[in-house]
């Protein structure tokens, strides 16, 4: 099954209300009613209902789980059964469980549970251990602080990799990445491409390796190459290219020039800083038409477009998010940045990015930016494991050039990275 078809039933599931009139809740005796907090990857999981603990089992609400581990599920009225299906380690596994019955089912071998599910205010509610390791999650228990944590499953999710300046000590990690986009070029002053300055500029040969074969060899080893340009609107270089029709064609044809002269697969826009002046709407308009405009050249050309964007909840309103999605391949979301670098950024601003984007844009365009330069080596799974929960297209990484052999074996306890 593929992904779009996966979201497409997620989708449905979060809207799905299941009818259990008549069915018997837990009883207060059996059932222990202190607060039990749920941490998936390290962050709390919201409950529609508290969870409760039956003679020792952990029984959460089905709905919440399954959506957050990506898991297909279908309710059964007539049979009052839950058929959970996912893929784990390249083979569909389902899970067939029934209210009120010990007795379910792993790919057609009976399994007996310790506590049968059961139906709470509107819920169903099924061992959470149970339920989770079936698909691969891990699952473990501290009594003392009633605190249930899971650890999502390794996860195929797509990721993307921001290679700054040269970085070839790090040359041998773009493979390892879906897409990679390469900071090689920059808007300046006057509001013109260009590919010299101290950052961001075209680098020089090393020996053998050179800006050229790191492109050619990304391509060939299955990496998207995109050729990155970045511009910030420090001193209005970026209103000025953008209001200016002359400029703005000059730098688009520039754009798909060493794109195609260079055997990039498309282009990434990190313009950053727009909207600070106050006038959200003139710059939001400003932007998504020049976008457009690239896109309009760019896609019969074959050329995939990736956006990089300031957050919803940051400082900066100069994106709109709506229409930039219905032109671009994917918008990637800089949740970083809220505070200072010294630390992780905080989960709550990050989820918060998330969900205010979701409300513009489609999750399967949408790829969380994260930053090791604030990021650790712990924290950064944290993050991943948001852009799992809301089944976003995957995740992008700034930068390669910083990350380490440490952070990518970090990464790989969640994500797959070939």
Known sequence: MNKRMKRMLLAGLACMTIGQAGLPAASAASASVATTTIQLDGYPLTMPVEPLVIS????????????????????????????????VNGVDRTVVLKLNDKKATVNGTTVLLHVAPIAKNGNTLVPLAFFSSQFGAKVAWDGPTRTVTIQSPVDDLYTLGYYAISSYSEAAYVSRFDSVAFGWSRIDGDGKLTLSGETFRWPQAAGETTPESLVTDAGAQGTLPYFMVFGEDGDGE???LLNDPMLSQAAIDEMIRIAQENRFGGIALDFEGLGWTGDFEQAQQSYTAFVSALAEQAKPLGLKLSLALHPLNGAYHGYD??????????????????EDETRPEPM??????????????PAEKLVLGISFG??????????????????????AIWRIGIMGQAAMAKMQQTIVMD
Do not use: C
Request: glycine share 4%; charged share 25%.
């Open 238 to 240: 970026l209103t000025k």
């Open 56 to 87: 020792g089992t952990n029984m959460v609400p089905f709905r919440a789980i399954a959506v957050a581990l990506q898991v297909e599920v279908a309710w059964n009225a007539a049979s009052q059964t839950i058929t959970a299906v996912k893929q």
């Open 321 to 338: 998010y709506k229409e930039l999605a219905k032109v671009a391949d994917e918008l990637v979301i800089m949740a970083y940045h809220y």
């Open 374 to 395: 604030s990021e650790d080596e712990s924290s950064v799974n944290a993050k991943i494991g948001l852009a799992k929960r809301y089944n976003l297209k995957g995740i």
């Open 348 to 361: 709550k601003r990050v989820d918060e990015s998330i969900r205010l984007a979701l409300k513009e844009a």
